[in-house]
């Protein structure tokens, strides 16, 4: 049984890599086309940013919580509180992620013009703390998320060749995406009462934060990595380089996913 369990999650991880590549792949020529530079570069300046602030809502949770809750896995009542507690403190790093946000978006001016887009992204945000992605990886359960991924990756793939035709569609597609990557979220935080009782902790223990903040701590540096080429390039220039330079950085990020599923 073990065993079987170990093939089904390799098909069910491969299955998810698979529709991550699919979705930019069909995508990607179509929006490039019918959005334009300017539009993209706007897009992918509040993405950029956007991450630094998903950063601070995640801080360490994800790691930290798959590699303690499996200990209490067999304890439904130790569980439910565990959960509890680490979902209380994602909830918590989430509000003062947007508090953050909120006066970042109020008092730098280089964000202004991109507020709407930002604060639709921005949903993003909560939507990834509610998935409580780190109960389904505690028990190992794959399924759902492929499941759901695929249905929003296709209704999303529909959505978007129906409502948008041309720059002026900039928000929707920004919408769409947001359900394309993060609409699962309220689906599997309803779904994972299947597992565990969630409730608020006003509390949480203490000796959850130091681990948290050391994985912290060591993601702070790939997201800098990631997203800081965006960022500068759109703080020293326009949307009109930055969705140049996006665009080439989209193809080569498809190539190298492709690349890093076949090895997988």
Not at 58 to 87: C, H, P, W
Not at 116 to 124: D, F, P, R, T
Not at 161 to 171: E, G, N, Q, R, T
């Amino acid at each position: 049984m073990k065993e079987k369990s170990i093939k089904l999650n390799a098909v069910l991880n491969v299955m998810k890599t698979v529709l991550s590549l699919v979705f930019p792949l069909i995508t990607f020529p179509y929006i490039t086309r019918v959005l334009q530079v300017n539009a993209i570069g706007k897009y992918d300046f509040s993405v950029s940013v956007i991450n630094y602030f998903s950063l601070i809502a995640a801080l360490g949770i994800t790691t930290y919580a798959v590699r303690e809750g499996t200990k209490y896995r067999g304890d439904q009542e130790k569980m439910n509180q565990f959960a509890s507690e680490i979902f209380s403190i994602n909830l918590y790093a989430t509000i003062v992620s947007y508090i953050l946000l909120f006066l970042a978006l109020m008092f730098v001016d280089k964000l202004k013009s991109y507020n709407i887009v930002i604060g639709i992204l921005s949903l993003e945000i909560l939507l990834a703390t509610l998935s409580v992605v780190w109960i389904y990886n505690i028990y190992e359960d794959f399924g759902y998320i492929t499941f759901v991924t695929f249905i929003l990756q296709f209704v999303s793939i529909i959505l978007m060749l129906l409502f948008v035709h041309s720059a002026d569609d900039l928000y929707k597609y920004v919408i769409i995406s947001v359900i394309s990557s993060s609409g699962s979220g309220l689906f599997m935080f309803f779904h994972s009462r299947k597992y565990v009782q969630l409730h608020l902790v006003k509390k949480p223990p203490l000796k959850h934060l130091k681990p948290i903040m050391i994985v912290f701590s060591t993601t702070i540096a790939a997201t800098i990595y990631i997203s800081s080429d965006t960022t500068i390039l759109g703080w020293l220039t326009d949307d009109y380089h930055v969705g140049i330079y996006g665009t080439a950085a989209k193809i080569y990020k498809i190539v190298k996913q492709v690349l890093n599923a076949v090895v997988a």
